[in-house]
């Protein structure tokens, strides 16, 4: 009786032995590929966080930044013509290098785009033509982009308004110092020139090609307010 509850213990002892053994190994391969995915998760959220971190806010000028960015980017030019084509023809402009900010604002708005599709809006017989303006929404959108700033006037470089010069009007704003827009620019057509607007307007360049073009638009029909009856169209500005 004994041997055999011996036995029997014995073989219930060693069933309990083998069910109850280790629990089964974790597979290696497998948790080291569950580390690496953690990890890659890991590091794509860490890298989308950093390239959030590095958007910046679209660049914008402003009176505060606007005449330290066109004294560093004058520095830069190495063109001074523009050519303009408007629907009425072209012509080109070529701009004085002793006028930095104005000549590099000018060629700026020209690389920005910003001169196509406005329009020459103001048209006065025998004095000026003048444009950068529109009544297109896409005109005040793109001023909007490109920022809000006014330029200082630079009046005493010598150049005086002759027939051809090209010239920055003053803002419309509360201007006791008759700050230039700079997204607009004016032609003399006057011969000789126009001399009374020396020391109030800065000239930055003059028209050394097309100025029967010049003349044309200046013998359109206008309305109220100077505005051509047809539209003059800035098609495209482009630096030569």
């Known amino acids: 009786m004994l ?81 303009i084509t408007t ?18 604002n000018f060629i700026y708005l020209a690389r920005q785009k910003y001169f196509d599709s406005t329009q020459f809006h103001r048209v006065v017989k ?4 003048q444009g950068g303006n529109s009544d297109d929404r896409r005109t005040a959108d793109k001023r909007g982009d490109i920022g809000r700033y006014l330029l200082p006037p630079d009046a005493n470089k010598g ?10 009007p003053s803002s419309e704003r509360d201007n006791p110092h008759k700050l230039a827009s700079p997204y607009e620019f004016f032609i003399v057509v006057t011969k000789p020139g126009s001399y ?14 097309g100025m029967d073009v010049v003349d044309a638009i200046n013998n359109v029909p206008v309305g109220d307010g100077d505005w051509p009856w047809q539209n003059v169209y800035i098609l495209k500005t482009e630096v030569l």
């Open 3 to 83: 041997l055999r509850l011996s036995a029997l213990t014995t073989s219930i002892l060693l069933l309990l032995f083998v069910s109850c053994g280790e629990s089964p190994k974790k597979d290696k391969n497998k948790v080291q590929e569950n580390i690496a995915n953690t990890d890659t998760v890991a590091k794509v959220e860490v890298d989308s966080t950093e390239i959030e971190e590095k958007e910046e806010e679209p660049f914008k000028l402003t009176e505060e930044n606007a005449i330290d960015f066109f004294f560093d980017y004058s520095k830069k030019l190495k063109k001074d013509k523009v050519k």
């Open 87 to 104: 629907t009425m023809g072209s012509f080109t402009v070529q701009l004085y290098d002793d006028v930095p900010y104005h000549k590099a």
């Open 126 to 129: 025998d004095f000026i033509i």
């Open 196 to 209: 009374h607007l020396d020391g109030s307007y800065t000239p930055f360049g003059r028209v050394v090609e």
């Open 159 to 168: 150049h005086k308004h002759h027939r051809g010069t090209i010239s920055m």
